[in-house]
């Protein structure tokens, strides 16, 4: 059992972040802002930000590689996102798309804008030729300046697959990739189980342990808690290392009532048996001091009701509100977080 860290009076001056894709890319935009500004009490204004980000979304496909939640995390905080759909490059066209598609080449349902492959292309081509993911992140972050540390969770390749009930195979069951689950079948079938290829084998990519051990502050912005945050706590010795390491880790609910925001979280906590409520997922990541890893858990003004519960599990707890409207407001959303954990 960990001792929750005794709150400290000096600023935070580097600061961890463990970031799905849109949810945790908008998080974190929003943070820096408020950081640089000196909105974020406790904070540094010049704090060095580490993200660690969730890679066991990406795959291959038409003999790419390619990485959904990096690249988010890049493009957002880089000024290159596609803000109206939250992932992609803005001013996207989709001419090598759709000249796949009149090949026949599948997957036809995944879309590749011409500006993003590429990202994909330079990637692919320094994977192959034998650099880690983590140096070709770095290398990519160098055209797009994102102002903060970006690394994978890990180098090696770990893959999400979800579990389906299928009555057309002999063992009444199918498997497919998480991309194929989210978006060719909208996630719409009910998810049996959640399976990380290779994740159990896998190792922190190289800086990932050194920034949790040197961190004031670990924030857990509001992604996916299964397929985005679940995998990186998932990475062996990444949990330890943050329930050993002297920072308070802060989370926000990704659940406001009995749902997400966007994405598929509601569909995956059903399918694991987790209760679909800011404190079910709370009890998921657990406290520190019972074996978990969360210190304290921002949950929305509509989920007041549940604070005493998730006090009652060891979890500092605040109803704030929650949408992400803006920059502004995700920025005041921060500062009551790390009120929260550094008061």
């Excluded at 857990?220 to 808690?225: A, G, K, L, M, Y």
């Amino acid at each position: 059992m960990s001792v929750p860290p005794a709150p400290s009076a000096e600023p935070a001056r580097s600061v961890v972040a463990l970031s799905g894709g849109v949810g945790g890319a908008r998080f974190l935009r929003g943070t820096l802002a408020a950081l640089r500004a000196g909105r974020l009490p406790g904070v540094a204004v010049d704090a060095h930000v580490t993200v660690v980000a969730n890679t066991a979304d990406d795959w291959w496909v038409h003999g790419l590689k390619v990485c959904p939640d990096l690249d988010t995390v890049m493009y957002t905080l880089g000024g290159g996102i596609d803000a109206e759909r939250g992932w992609g490059r803005q001013d996207e066209t989709w001419t090598v798309g759709a000249e796949l598609a009149a090949y026949g080449a599948e997957p036809t349902w995944f879309g590749l804008g011409d500006r993003d492959l590429a990202t994909h292309l330079v990637r692919t081509q320094m994977v192959e030729a034998g650099y880690p993911l983590s140096a070709v992140t770095a290398a990519l972050c160098r055209r797009w300046q994102p102002d903060v540390e970006l690394l994978p969770m890990t180098d090696d390749r770990v893959e999400t697959h979800v579990l389906l009930a299928d009555d057309a195979e002999p063992s009444g069951r199918r498997t497919v990739h998480f991309q194929e689950y989210w978006v060719r079948l909208r996630a719409e079938p009910a998810a049996q189980a959640v399976v990380v290829v290779g994740l159990d084998r896998s190792s922190p990519a190289p800086g990932v342990l050194e920034a949790v051990a040197g961190a004031d502050l670990v924030l857990v912005p509001p992604s996916n808690p299964i397929v985005s945050v679940g995998t990186i706590l998932g990475v062996p010795g990444l949990r330890d290392a943050l329930r050993a390491g002297p920072a308070p880790v802060v989370g926000v609910s990704p659940i406001i009532g009995r749902d997400h925001v966007h994405g598929m979280a509601r569909q995956l906590l059903e399918g694991l048996g987790v209760d679909v409520s800011a404190t079910g997922v709370a009890l998921h990541h657990g406290a520190r001091a019972a074996d978990g890893v969360l210190d304290g858990w921002l949950v929305a003004e509509e989920d007041a009701d549940q604070v005493a519960a998730v006090e009652a599990a060891g979890i500092a707890c605040r109803a704030v509100p929650l949408l992400m409207t803006d920059d502004a407001a995700t920025g005041v959303m921060a500062a009551e977080a790390v009120a929260l954990v550094r008061p």
